[in-house]
């Protein structure tokens, strides 16, 4: 589990060197699909990883809006002020925390339940879908995208290169 959240970190930072090359213009240009533009699905992506985490724990949500965001700057200051808790958490994922139950209540007056461990790949999966949009939206410009491999990033505990 620790992995792919790391992978998902590391593809994340890689992103926004990426955008450092770009016009903000760009960046914040609405596009088909995904969250309607790059800068507002890197926001996003750091946004539900750490409400996710935070409902896992029992604390209240982020309930801010992009709009307060929306700099490449202001973007990364909030993933960096997420990204310690969320790491934390992480890092203390067990086993015993797999099959936790989370309640969550339905504005019908409904409750939806699901395991904790079912919640942590929700995250994972969540943010390798975005990652596939923004790089669509890479080629769009005519650039290259981030690269998506796992393999290669140093992220194995028996990675070496001979």
């Known amino acids: 589990m620790e992995m792919l959240f790391k992978y ?4 994340r930072e890689e992103w926004y060197r990426w ?3 770009v016009e903000e213009a760009e960046l914040l240009k609405k596009r088909t699909g995904g969250m309607g533009g790059i800068l507002h699905t890197l926001f996003h992506n750091a946004d539900v990883e750490w409400s996710w985490i935070r409902i896992l724990q029992g604390k209240p949500d982020f309930m801010e809006r992009f709009e307060s965001y929306n700099s490449l700057e202001r973007v990364r200051e909030l993933d960096a002020s997420f990204r310690l808790e969320v790491q934390q958490f992480v890092e203390k994922w067990d086993n015993d925390m797999e099959n936790k139950l989370l309640h969550l209540p339905e504005e ?3 409750v939806t339940v699901f395991t904790w461990g079912e919640v942590m790949r929700h995250i994972i999966a969540h943010e390798i879908h975005h990652i596939g949009q923004l790089s669509v939206w890479s080629r769009e410009l005519g650039l290259k995208p981030v690269s998506a491999n796992l393999i290669g990033r140093g992220l194995g505990s028996h990675h070496s290169k001979k």
């Open 8 to 11: 998902n970190w590391m593809v």
């Open 19 to 21: 955008c450092e090359e």
């Open 108 to 110: 019908d007056g409904s």
